[in-house]
């Protein structure tokens, strides 16, 4: 059982890389690879150097900017 869930809510991808002390989905881990990208290079740096949780209002500021919308439907289960 893997207790381990994408930090935004919703998204019930599987997890693939920590943001800050939560994780987050391959895909969501993009976007905010994105987000940090587009906040300069200033910001890129600045979370390398951050510790895992020093790093966890930057990951709430951004999953505040994403949507839920586009993740896909996994209600539906296997039969
Ligand atoms: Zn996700």
Redesign the pocket.
């Known amino acids: 059982m893997n207790d381990l869930q994408?930090?935004?809510q919703g998204?019930q991808?599987k997890v693939y890389s920590p943001a800050g002390t939560q994780h987050?989905?391959k895909?969501?881990f993009l976007s905010f690879l994105t987000w940090r990208r587009r906040k300069g290079a200033q910001m890129f740096v600045h979370y390398a150097g951050l510790s895992m949780d020093q790093r966890d209002p930057i990951a709430a500021e951004w999953s505040k900017t994403v949507s839920t919308v586009e993740?896909p439907s996994t209600t539906a289960s296997k039969p």
């Open positions: 994408c930090m935004i998204c991808a987050v989905c895909e969501h993740a």
